[in-house]
């Protein structure tokens, strides 16, 4: 995509794709080159509901799993904050963790975006694995996140 702005299907898709990449990494250990490698070659279906949605953004992939790795030691501690002292990160659910990190991430270091989109787009993404309690969980938790680290975006 030289020189083309993403179409949102294909950001979707890349959300869901570095969740998974995340998911992935922390469950099984694996490295963050190993992992995108195999996103990068991977044929995505268009099932979102499956965990596939299309073409994806690997670039923006790359960037959402390459930053949540590097700044996880800054993210988990302000994610931490937010929540219950005794629930921390470590205690969530696997997939829980993927989309607070890869979410948390574009709401601290990637200005550029929107937080209410990312916002949106995470929600989906748990939308996909979850019922309603969890996304309701993670909106608390991302509200919180983004008001407080990009306040004039929720100004007026």
Request: charged letters at 30%.
């Amino acid at each position: 995509m030289t020189g083309k702005r993403a179409k949102p299907v294909e950001r979707a898709a890349a959300r869901l794709g570095a969740v998974q990449a995340l998911y992935q990494m922390d469950l099984a250990g694996t490295d963050v080159g190993e992992t995108l490698a195999q996103f990068s070659a991977r044929a995505s279906g268009e099932n979102f509901d499956d965990g596939q949605c299309g073409e994806a953004d690997y670039k923006f992939l790359k960037e959402v799993v390459d930053g949540a790795v590097r700044e996880q030691a800054t993210i988990d501690p302000a994610v931490d904050a937010i929540l219950d002292k005794a629930w921390p990160m470590h205690r969530l659910d696997a997939t829980v963790r993927a989309i607070l990190r890869a979410a948390a991430f574009e709401i601290m270091f990637m200005e550029k975006v929107p937080t209410r989109v990312s916002i949106s787009e995470y929600l989906d993404v748990a939308g996909a694995f979850f019922g309603e309690e969890e996304p309701r969980f993670i909106n608390g938790v991302l509200n919180t996140l983004a008001r407080s680290r990009r306040p004039n975006e929720f100004a007026a």
